[in-house]
C-alpha cells in the first residue's frame, strides 16, 4: 500500500518538474525571439513611373 502512495507522489513530482521546465523553456524562445526580431518596420517606398504625358500633368497639378 505504501508503495503505490510512493509511486503516485512521485509521478505528480515528475509531471510538477516537467511542466515547470517545458514553461521554463518556452519562455526562454519567446525572450530570445523578443531579441533576435528586429523592432522597426521598414517603409515600402513605392516609385512611380511616368508613362504617359497626361499622368506627368495630373501628378504635377496635385503636387
Known sequence: MTNK????MTDFRLKIVVSALLALVFSLIFILL?????????EVKIINNHKGKLEQISDSLKN
Do not use: G, H, M
Open 34 to 42: 523578443a531579441f533576435v526580431l528586429p523592432i522597426d518596420k521598414k
Open 5 to 8: 502512495k510512493i509511486t503516485k
